[in-house]
């Protein structure tokens, strides 16, 4: 079975400084993808970024950016110049083999910016 | 385009009743999928449809049920609820035959609350 673990219930950042959120997964099948989703306290899931397990390069976009590890199986989310908006939960999360649709999320890191 | 579009926002129900929720894809996404958010177990998957057939089924008991329609509108119903119902429902769109890294295109969701 899969596993996305997020070991952060909890980040503080400033605001304009650069923030890492980890994220560790466990899968057995070497074709998976990975998406980074952003939950404001409106409660849309709101998606971010995505990493598949065949890319060759780290994703990218705009201010997220994805530290991508393969050998040590993490996908950690970095946001660059943090902005107060970013106040919000984060999700990693992981497709399931043979599913575009089904998805394994981890239990979210609450991010905090301060002005 | 319209994004994806859940009601009710909220609901109040007692334990015993049942509820049911609503869920408009975005135009031209034929897949829906639903999730339920507590801050116990986090996200888990609960069904998914596909041309107003059950595709996939999460670890819930059968008083979880859905229902697509012609027009990608799916419903959940929850019969006899229980105080560990109470969650935010989340449901999610894509678009069927797009490449492997098109995310889950998720709505506000509905927040239940059983009493």
């Known amino acids: 079975a899969q596993k996305i673990t997020q070991t952060q219930p909890g980040m503080f950042v400033q605001e304009k400084e650069a923030v890492t959120l980890d994220c560790t997964y466990d899968t057995s099948d070497p074709s998976y993808g990975l998406f980074w989703y952003k939950q404001p306290s409106s409660g849309e899931m709101i998606f971010l970024i995505y990493?598949?397990?065949?890319?060759?390069q780290n994703a990218t976009e705009g201010r997220y950016s994805l530290n991508f590890q393969k050998a040590r199986k993490s996908a950690n989310l970095v946001i660059s110049a943090s902005q107060l908006g970013d106040s919000a939960m984060y999700f990693c999360?992981?497709?399931?083999?043979?599913?575009?649709?089904?998805?394994?999320f981890g239990k979210g890191t609450l991010l905090t910016v301060n002005p | 385009k319209a994004g994806v579009t859940q009601t009710p926002r909220y609901l109040i129900k007692t334990r015993g009743q049942q509820v049911t929720l609503s869920c408009s894809p975005i135009s031209g996404h034929r897949s829906v999928s639903w999730y339920q958010q507590t801050p116990g177990q986090g996200l888990q998957f609960l069904f998914e449809y596909f041309s107003e057939t059950q595709r996939n089924k999460g670890n819930f008991p059968g008083r979880f049920s859905g229902r697509q329609f012609s027009n990608s509108r799916s419903e959940m119903n929850v019969s006899t609820l229980e105080l560990g119902d109470s969650a935010l429902y989340l449901c999610?769109?894509?678009?069927?035959?797009?490449?492997?890294?098109?995310?889950?295109?998720f709505g506000n969701g509905t927040r239940l609350t059983v009493t």
């Open positions: 999360a992981m497709r399931e083999p043979g599913s575009n649709y089904k998805l394994t």
């Open positions: 990493q598949g397990s065949y890319d060759q």
């Open positions: 999610a769109s894509r678009l069927q035959g797009s490449s492997y890294n098109s995310p889950l295109h």
